[in-house]
């Protein structure tokens, strides 16, 4: 119901930061559907467990486009839209590393 | 606070992690590469010295062999600039840069001392080339709280390089 992971790496910077720390849960999706600008964390049978902000969902196929903030960030753009079924949760807290340092 | 629990449960019980890499989380970087570069760049530059100081320049063969020694030349003066790029970029993290100032300087003197050997002959910058990246090969290392060596290569050039105490 509730997944706790820690983030790595730099590509959703300076939304998620390398060790942040989030929980994930599929519950907000039974009120409202996965939409653009949400942080999911989904599996990836490449990549494993990654976290990416959506782009758009396209509900008819259930197909997900997810992207990173970085330019450099392996997302849709590589490996193409994910499903909705590989999707372990959307972020619904997120445990900064160091929040008083931000800006 | 709760980073700093989840810290400690994370480092006791271990947390799965959630990539949100930028490129493909290999996670493989080794100086050595640049090290051997810089190496055979300075081989070359002693190949075409005895070559020139050898052999007729209007022989075929001096241009044949010549122009094989400036191709590796050019090309293991250019792996050397791309191998610590890619470190210098994807390794290496604010913290480590804030640990080593003289790394962003270090960098630049290696991607100029690169082009310059690239543009010329000069085995005194081939050298320095060779010492900036042994150097940045030594940063690299301790980055790990991997101690380090210096020994001579135990090939021609025999110049001086660094290596990791595994």
Redesign the interface.
Known sequence: MF??????????EPI?L?G???I?SKIPFLIRPVRAGDLI?FQHVL??????QVERYEPETGDIYVT?T?S???DSRIFGPIRMRDVVGKVIWH????PKKRV | MFHELLSKIDQTLGIRHARAHCDIPCGIYDPHQAQVAALTVIRMIDLMNDLSNSQKMETLDYHNSMSRYIAVKEEHAELVKREVRVIFGDYMKKEQVDKYPELPTLVHHILQLGSKCRQTTSRDAALELLGKVNRFAEIFWETKGIPTKKVKAPYKPGEEIVYPLL
Do not use: C, P, W
């Open positions: 997944s706790l992971l820690k983030v790595e790496g730099n590509s959703l998620v390398e942040d720390f989030v994930a964390v990549y494993k467990t990654m976290i990416k990173g970085h450099g960030s392996i445990i900064q590393r160091n």
